[in-house]
């Protein structure tokens, strides 16, 4: 399967505790993205990266979450410190660039629970 | 970035044709319109992109008026397996791919 793969696919935490989700992107695919959600909602855009490059992050993005993309490739999400309000789906996107870019290609996202 | 609105929920039989509405009135010039679905516990799934009049593929077809304050998502016979949360999105490359999603229609499809 050549997909976006995200790894976990479920994460319990107690609050206080560090976590990191990995995502692999489509091999040829530049750009990756990271998106949030929470139930009853659409997909919220915290973070994009072109190559290894972090390009934006939304002021979703507090000081406690950090990405990374290493040459260009795996992308790894960090939440220090999690607070409850941190329980959400946790989804990565990958895709070509260009103009346009609308057409990404999702994972099937984390699923991040903080008890 | 256009602001859309789409009924939260609509019911359909299978068979049926299904015709989900988006409207986007500040709409830019050089923005695209873009559909999304997405089932329980999966990540969205593109369906289909247009700027103007009508696009069409093996899934769905766009038809956007000729102002391109509003869209229209058509869905010919549906079946139980297209229940899902369709979303609206509208934006121009300038945003740099970022997508911006609201909260959808979720489309339940009856036997």
């Known amino acids: 399967d050549t997909g976006v793969s995200q790894n976990p696919r479920h994460k319990i935490t107690k609050r206080g505790q560090n976590v990191t989700f990995r995502c692999d992107p489509i091999?040829?695919?530049?750009?990756l993205y990271w998106y949030r959600q929470t139930l009853g909602q659409g997909p919220e855009f915290l973070t994009y990266?072109?190559?290894?490059?972090?390009?934006?992050k939304s002021r979703l993005l507090s000081d406690r979450f950090s990405a990374e993309r290493p040459k260009g490739s795996f992308s790894t999400l960090e939440i220090q410190r999690t607070e409850q309000g941190d329980s959400a789906m946790y989804l990565c996107?990958?895709?070509?660039?260009?103009?346009?870019?609308?057409?990404?290609?999702f994972g099937p996202g984390t699923r991040l629970t903080v008890t | 970035l256009a602001k859309t609105t789409q009924p939260i929920s609509m019911d359909s039989y299978e068979g049926q044709e299904v015709n989900i509405t988006c409207s986007h009135n500040?709409?830019?010039?050089?923005?695209?319109i873009t559909w999304y679905q997405q089932f329980p516990s999966q990540g969205p799934r593109f369906i289909i992109q247009?700027?103007?009049t009508k696009v069409t593929n093996e899934v769905a077809s766009l038809f956007i008026p000729a102002d391109r304050k509003s869209s229209t998502l058509s869905l010919p016979r549906v079946s139980l397996s297209d229940t899902a949360v369709y979303y609206c999105?509208?934006?121009?490359?300038?945003?740099?791919?970022?997508?911006?999603f609201g909260r959808g229609t979720q489309l339940t499809v009856w036997p």
């Open positions: 996107a990958s895709s070509l660039g260009g103009q346009g870019d609308y057409e990404q290609y």
């Open positions: 091999s040829e695919h530049n750009r």
């Open positions: 990266f072109q190559n290894e490059a972090q390009l934006e």
């Open positions: 500040n709409i830019a010039t050089n923005d695209y």
């Open positions: 247009g700027y103007k």
């Open positions: 999105l509208v934006g121009a490359g300038s945003t740099l791919g970022r997508l911006y």
